[in-house]
């Protein structure tokens, strides 16, 4: 079983939609959540770090849920500039942890 | 601009060949990373660093050796290149703390 695992995708929803990715991660011991994006032939970029408490950036909404260990992404009346690909991330309890990414979800987005 | 460079950006190489791969960082981060990504796995850990001469194994580093003989350059060498070595390798580097990753660009190999 991989460590953190994402619904490949492709999702392709129309502009202005509401797109939701869950990812979820086996290690309980896990202290650190991130989803990233990466844009085609390009590196990954941190897109926003994922709090307990849940966190919000303008139209994008991430949740941690530790007691089921999985985290989610939320992305609200999306644009055409959110197609990429999105990289839910995962790293241990101190700064030495390994840093693991899941595969993956790409998104597209149609006019 | 996260001060890491890779070098080279894309390379070429015949099968049985050795071939290093540099990550160079001017951020004096502890922590650098290889990761290689490919079509369905995503980014997959080869090998990190802790420290100048701290390094361990990540979950595909078998035909992959590192080295880290100063905090800003972390070598990735593969021995005797092979095709399923043919990959996007991307370094990265991270800060003290529970904090995210910066990557380079990344270096396209092809092992013919």
């Known amino acids: 079983r991989k460590e953190v695992e994402q619904d490949p995708g492709p999702f392709n929803v129309p502009e202005g939609a509401t797109v939701a990715f869950n990812c979820t991660y086996s290690?309980?011991?896990?202290?650190?959540f991130f989803w990233y994006r990466q844009d085609c032939r390009k590196e990954p970029k941190l897109l926003m770090s994922v709090y307990s408490s849940g966190n919000e950036d303008g139209r994008f909404t991430a949740q941690l849920n530790r007691a089921s260990q999985y985290i989610s992404l939320l992305i609200r009346d999306s644009k055409l500039s959110d197609s990429a690909t999105y990289l839910c991330v995962v790293s241990g309890y101190s700064s030495a942890s390994k840093i693991i990414f899941g595969s993956g979800t790409r998104l597209s987005i149609r006019p | 601009d996260a001060g890491i460079t890779q070098s080279p950006r894309h390379k070429v190489t015949e099968t049985g060949t050795p071939v290093t791969l540099r990550c160079h960082q001017t951020e004096n981060h502890r922590y650098m990373y290889w990761y290689r990504q490919d079509p369905g796995h995503g980014l997959r850990l080869i090998h990190y660093?802790?420290?100048?001469?701290?390094?361990d194994k990540g979950e595909v580093s078998d035909g992959y050796s590192v080295s880290r003989s100063k905090t800003e350059d972390f070598l990735l060498t593969l021995e005797s290149a092979t095709s399923s070595q043919t990959s996007v390798y991307f370094c990265?580097?991270?800060?003290?703390?529970?904090?995210?990753?910066?990557f380079g660009q990344g270096t396209r190999l092809t092992v013919v």
């Open positions: 990265a580097i991270k800060k003290e703390g529970n904090t995210e990753a910066f």
């Open positions: 660093s802790y420290g100048v001469k701290d390094t």
């Open positions: 290690n309980s011991a896990s202290q650190s």
